[in-house]
Structures are given as structure tokens and as C-alpha cells.
């Protein structure tokens, strides 16, 4: 008997010694995941202020450089893009891993010229658009221009459904359908809420390369991503940043041949002499509306490799309501009722859009779960 207990006594001592570093194993697993993610939700929420705060605070150095007797709409255009370069130390960084990449280690790169290609078409692009938003920003209230901006996220949506294959839910359709309402309603404000002084017709001419420079902006997008999909086929910290600093050069380039071009550059100096709040404040408008950009960007990066593109552009789109109520504050741009409309159809159009990526969000956490259940079962019964 007493040798029986002895025995029972050491298979029990055995049986915790083996189990103990596993369940110590599995709770310090956990640990680990939990604090995972929590820093990934804090970079997140730090990626986020940048997208808000850079945007924000871009868009209403760019009124001011207008309002205080900035004139070049090039200028303008330059400054949104020759910031690149702060964006190179990120080279320097170790890349993080994009939990969300697809990329084929086996697939050859693409050839020279085919990536100098796409760099070059898609810096053109950026930098048409970029000039349009220049010249919506100088004919409308900031306020209008902001609102105006968030029909962006539908025409990401629509050129996508053609060049991404993007299918077209009752949800996406009603964030089409409530953004381009939103946009519509802005043409039949009144006069009186126009506070930038230009005629009627400078107005619609505003109005129209806005709204062209957020279908561009939206183009700009699919293109991008079909670049990734088609050519360059994955989706690595490289790759990504080189797909913002080689079109942003070319893009710098194009817009200082433009800026020779029109002769906007020889205006320069009599502009800076001329600016309201002397010639320092104009140089730093300038240089802080360039960083702003930047820090926008490097926010917009940094959610693309934590969640995905289509989440860092709803971000932005996010951003845009907050510029109107600024602008009543900084420029006192009026507040009618239907831009207050507007303001709401596009949050309403904002929210539609992201409930529907959250809901394929989670369709596609639970066919990943039921996968590694299955693998997890061959594995067992192996």
C-alpha cells in the first residue's frame, strides 16, 4: 500500500512538472499577444492623429497663404509635394511586417522600365490632381472645399469596382449615393455664404476642379492599388515607400516645370514682399503647409501597414468635417444650413462606408478562423 501511494505521489509530482512550463507557456503566450495589441492599437491611434492633424492643418495654412496675398496657384501646388524627403530616414527604419501581405516570394520583380513607368505616369497624376485641389482651394470657402473633398471616398469606391473588382454592397451604394448628394447640394448655396470675394463664375470653376481633383485623387487610389495587384505584387515596407517618394519626385519635378512654365516664378518675390503678415510668416507658411503634408503622409503610411488602404483613406475622409468648423472659427466662413446638410449626408455616407468594411472585416477573420480550425484538425488526427 505505502508503495503504491509513493508511486501514485510521483507520477503526480511528474504530471506537474510537465504541465506547469505549458500552461505557463500558453499564459505567457497570451501576455504577449495581449500587450501586441495593444501597441498595435496605440500606433494606430498615433498614426491616426497624424492623418487628422496634418490634413487638417495643411488645408487651413493653404486658405491662409491665399487670404493673406498668396496668388500662385503653382506654388501652392509645390508645396504639397516637395516635402518628400523627411519621408527617407523611414528607410533607415527596420520595415515592420504587414500582417495583410500577399506577396509571392518566388515572383521576379518587375522589370526597370516597367516600374519607371508606373512611377512616372502615376506622379503625373498626382500632380495634376494636386493642382486642381490648388485651384479649388483658391475660388471656394474652405469650408465648401472640405465638404466637397469627401466625395473622394465614393469615387475611390466607383473606379475601383472597375479596375479592383470591388463589389458593389447596398452599403457602398448608399455612401455613393448620400456623397454625391452632399457635393450636389454645395452648387445651390447662396451668395452670401461665398467668403473668398471671387465672381460666380470663378466659384463654378473652383467648384468643378475640386470636385475633378477628388475623382482624380480616387483614381490616383485604384491605380495604386492595381499597380500593387497586377505589377508590383506585394505589398512590402519597400515597395509601399517607394511607390510615395518616386511619384512625389516626379510629381515635385512636373510642378516645377509648370511653375517655370507659367512664369508664376518671377511673381514670387514681389508676392512674398507683398503678404500680409510680412515675408517670414510667408516662408513659413509655406515650409510648415510642406511638413504638414508630410506628417499626413507618414500617418497614411503607417495605417496602409497596420490595417490597409481603403482604412487610411475613410480616415482621412474623416478628417475632412473637422476643417468646415475650423474655418468658421480661423477664417469665418459662414455655416448655412445646407452645408450643415451636407456636412451630415457625407459623415452618414462616411459611416455606411466603413460599416461595410467592417462587416468584411469580419467575414474575413471568421474564413481565417475556420481555416486554421481545419488545419488545426488535420494536424490531429496526423
Known sequence: MGETQELQLQIMVQEAKDGNPIELSVANQGTVQHSRNYQRWMRIALHTFFVLSGQTVATLLGRQYYDKGGN???????????????????????????????????????????????????????AADCFLYSVGLLYLPVSTYSLICASQLAF????????????????????????????????????????????????????????????????????????????????????????IVYPNLVAS?????????????????????AYKLGKISYVMNLVWTAISWQVFSIGAVGLIFETSSLFSNAISVLGLPLVPV???????????????????????????????????DCESKSEKRKADEVVQASNGSQ
Not at 463589389?167 to 454625391?180: A, E, G, M, Y
Not at 482624380?216 to 511607390?243: C, H, P, R, W
Not at 469665418?332 to 450643415?340: A, E, L, P, Q
Open 253 to 273: 519635378c512636373a510642378t516645377l516645370v509648370g511653375l517655370f512654365a507659367s512664369k508664376e516664378f518671377l511673381s514670387i518675390k514681389t508676392e512674398m514682399e
Open 156 to 243: 475611390n469606391s466607383f473606379f475601383s469596382f472597375f479596375l479592383n473588382k470591388q463589389k458593389f454592397t447596398p452599403f457602398i451604394i448608399n455612401s455613393l449615393v448620400l456623397l454625391t448628394i452632399s457635393s450636389t447640394l454645395l452648387v445651390f448655396q447662396n451668395d452670401s455664404e461665398n467668403t473668398t470675394g471671387v465672381s460666380k463664375g470663378k466659384y463654378v470653376i473652383g467648384f468643378v476642379c475640386t470636385v475633378g481633383a477628388s475623382a482624380g485623387y480616387g483614381l490616383v487610389l485604384s491605380l495604386t492599388q492595381l499597380a500593387f495587384n497586377k505589377v508590383l505584387k506585394k505589398e512590402t515596407f519597400t515597395v509601399i515607400m517607394d511607390m
Open 326 to 360: 475650423l474655418a468658421v472659427v480661423f477664417f469665418h466662413d459662414k455655416m448655412g444650413g445646407i452645408k450643415v446638410i451636407a456636412m451630415l449626408l457625407a459623415l452618414w455616407g462616411f459611416l455606411s462606408f466603413v460599416y461595410q468594411h467592417y462587416l468584411d
Open 72 to 126: 500662385s496657384k503653382w506654388m501652392a501646388t509645390l508645396v504639397q509635394l516637395a516635402g518628400f524627403p523627411i519621408l527617407l530616414p523611414y528607410y533607415c527604419i527596420p520595415p515592420p511586417k504587414i500582417s495583410n501581405t500577399s506577396s509571392n516570394q518566388t515572383t521576379p520583380p518587375p522589370s526597370f522600365l516597367i516600374l519607371a513607368s508606373v512611377y512616372f505616369f502615376l506622379g503625373l497624376f498626382v
